[in-house]
Structures are given as C-alpha cells and as structure tokens.
C-alpha cells in the first residue's frame, strides 16, 4: 500500500450548512470503488454481497498517490454565544428533534450546493415522512476516524441542545491510509461509548477494504461495522455508497463522490433506519 505524506493544511472555520470545520482542500476518498459491481446485503445484518472486478478495483487504487483531504479537524474551544449563534437557537427551535450526521467527505457534501448533501437531502426526506427534525451538517473532507474522535466532544458541546440521533460514517480514510483496523475500531469504539454516555441514539453506516490491501485486511476491516453495531444495539447501513459507485450517473466526474442524485440513492436507504431511530 502505497505511503502517502501530506502537506500543512491550514484550515479555517465556516457556516457552510452548517459545518463545524472546513477545509479548502479537495474531498478525500479516492476512487476505490470504481470498479464495483453491485454492493448489497444478505442475510443478517452486516453480510455483505459483492461483485467485483477486483483485478481493476486493485490496480485503480493503486495508481492513487495522495489523499486530496488529508488532515484533521482541530479541537479548538466552546464559542461564545453571539448573535450568530443565538440566532441559530432560534431557528432550531422550529424542530421537533435534531439529528447529527458527522462524518467525512461523503457527509459533508462535498461540490455539491447548499440543498444538494447528505444532511439537508436526509432532513427533506424526514420532513415528508412527517418528522419534524433538523439534521446538522458535521461532515469535515479528510477525516479519519481519529479525527472524529477528537471532534466528537466539541461537536456536540456547541450545538444548541443535545442531538436526538447521531448519524456516525466514518472509516474510509483509514482505509486509504492502512490505518490497522485495530485502530479504526478503537477509535469508533471510543466515539460510540461516549455517544452511549450521553444517551445518544446512533445509526452507523459502514464502509468496504479495497480487495488490494489483502483478504486478512479485507476481513478484519469490513467486520468492524457490523461488528460494533451488533456490540452497541445500534442500526447498520452497511456500505454508504451501496447502488451508488458502480452507476456514473449518481457519481462526480472524479469518480469518487456521489453527485446529488447520488446522495439521494444514499438518502434512499439511509432514511428508514434513522426514520426508525427517531421514533
């Protein structure tokens, strides 16, 4: 697997649908799934169904030389209450329950518009189906699920009340990096306890090794999602990009991230488990 240095990345704090940190460097995961056929489920929860040109697949990600979103979020101190943020009370309030999808590029929306992501596509779908929730944005471009880690507590400290669900993706950059998955679970392990402390409902979605990184990877990785989701009593999406990667149509034309179609194959399924959830 190929070792990749990244570059200081300075980042910089934004209100963009309401991220909590932003980046200017392009999104982060990187053509591993190109080359998927269709990604389903069988049987129990977290079996996954795959059929691959793992030939390809392989050589594909092995001709990526860089992770465009490396980097983390800073943890940097509570604000203080401004007008901004008063304001953001109050437009809170018109909701009923408050959902935090956080997570990485994938989540964070990344060049698509304002109404085109993950959180606002989510909350539309829950506004029909009659919930009256806001879903806040907490998607940052780069991170890993170190970084979550470390953004957790800050995330939920600063938002105007305590969120109803936690819809919690993170994962594929660990992968990109060969991050042991050891680690990665430990770190979402980490995430979910105190998500459990707080009483915090979760829903997990899940994410796929790339067949080049070996089957002992392959295993060790793809069975931490349904793994902590059997261990925690929490619902699995098993693969965020499932009925999504393998169409160009649903896709950017970097072949990496849903294009807003996309995220709404994704909201498609992801719907009814946090639909669930919330009742």
């Not at 209450?81 to 956080?102: D, I, P």
């Not at 907490?138 to 800050?154: E, M």
């Not at 459990?196 to 999602?225: C, E, H, Q, W």
């Not at 793994?227 to 965020?240: S, T």
């Amino acid at each position: 697997f190929p070792v990749t240095i990244c570059p200081p990345l300075v980042r910089t704090p934004v209100n963009r649908n309401r991220r909590i940190v932003g980046t200017k460097r392009k999104g982060d995961i990187r053509r591993p799934y190109r080359h998927i056929g269709r990604v389903g489920l069988r049987g129990g929860q977290g079996e996954f169904l795959m059929k691959t040109n793992f030939a390809l697949y392989g050589v594909a990600l092995l001709l990526v030389q860089a992770l465009s979103g490396c980097g983390s979020s800073p943890v940097t101190a509570p604000k203080e209450e401004t007008a901004q943020t008063a304001t953001e009370k109050a437009e809170a309030a018109q909701y009923g329950k408050l959902v935090v999808a956080s997570g990485d590029s994938l989540y964070a929306g990344y060049r698509l518009a304002p109404n085109e992501g993950l959180a606002p596509q989510l909350q539309d779908a829950l506004q029909k189906a009659g919930i009256n929730a806001r879903v806040h944005n907490a998607g940052v471009s780069g991170d890993t699920t170190g970084a979550g880690k470390q953004r957790l507590t800050f995330v939920l400290d600063n938002l105007e009340k305590k969120p109803d669900l936690v819809v919690l993706g993170l994962g594929g950059n660990d992968m990109l990096r060969g991050i042991q998955p050891k680690e990665t679970e430990a770190n979402l392990t980490a995430m979910l306890e105190e998500l459990k402390k707080r009483d915090i409902d979760v829903v997990l979605t899940g994410m796929l090794a790339a067949p080049n990184l070996g089957p002992d990877y392959a295993n060790a990785f793809n069975s931490i999602f349904p793994k902590l989701a059997k261990q925690y009593g929490v619902p699995l999406y098993p693969f965020f990009l499932d009925g999504v990667v393998a169409d160009p149509k649903l896709m950017l034309p970097d072949n990496i991230h849903p294009n807003a179609q996309g995220v709404a194959k994704v909201v498609d399924g992801l719907s009814p488990l946090v639909e669930k959830a919330l009742k």
